[in-house]
């Protein structure tokens, strides 16, 4: 069935068909893959202007429009163009230590000398009459201690790690 209507075309024909035509050679995808960077924040107008803005003196800024899945490469990138101290402050609802994480995979793509740091929250209800658990006072020292030793680029908390 060479020419025909393409819903009569049987399922693994019509693969084979696809499959032909997005076939690109070797030497083109060699050269697509090289040209490919993660700095590809640098050719954005938004970006540019809101380095500049952060450079320019505004202490205090509020993105939008950041899907999740985006945050950590933003704000690592950011971090690493600005030279300055970022805190991130996001919802309670959000896993800190995955943020971290994935924090700092991307930092260490650009500067492995650049922290990332999390504040953690003393405990998740800070309302409740119990003290917190030591682990959580003990993870609180240390983010303080490695703030006067070894100052992060970016500091990432929830409004929980904020109070008291």
């Not at 939008?64 to 402050?89: D, H, N, Y």
């Not at 500067?111 to 953690?120: D, F, G, N």
Request: glycine fraction near 4%; aromatic fraction near 10%; charged fraction near 25%.
């Amino acid at each position: 069935m060479a020419g025909g209507d393409p819903s009569l075309i049987g399922r693994d024909e019509r693969a084979n068909r696809i499959m032909k035509w997005r076939r690109v050679p070797k030497e083109r995808v060699a050269k697509e893959i090289f040209f490919m960077s993660l700095n590809f924040l640098d050719d954005v107008a938004e970006f540019k202007e809101l380095v500049r803005s952060l450079q320019s003196g505004e202490t205090s800024l509020r993105i939008s429009g950041l899907i999740a899945a985006a945050k950590p490469f933003f704000f690592s990138f950011l971090a690493q163009k600005l030279g300055k101290r970022i805190v991130f402050i996001q919802p309670a609802s959000a896993s800190l230590s995955r943020l971290e994480e994935k924090c700092r995979f991307f930092s260490s793509q650009w500067a492995p000398s650049r922290h990332v740091k999390a504040l953690p929250a003393l405990k998740e209800n800070p309302y409740q009459e119990a003290s917190p658990p030591l682990e959580a006072v003990s993870s609180r020292l240390l983010f303080f201690c490695d703030l006067l030793y070894r100052s992060p680029s970016l500091i990432l908390t929830n409004l929980f790690g904020l109070l008291k």
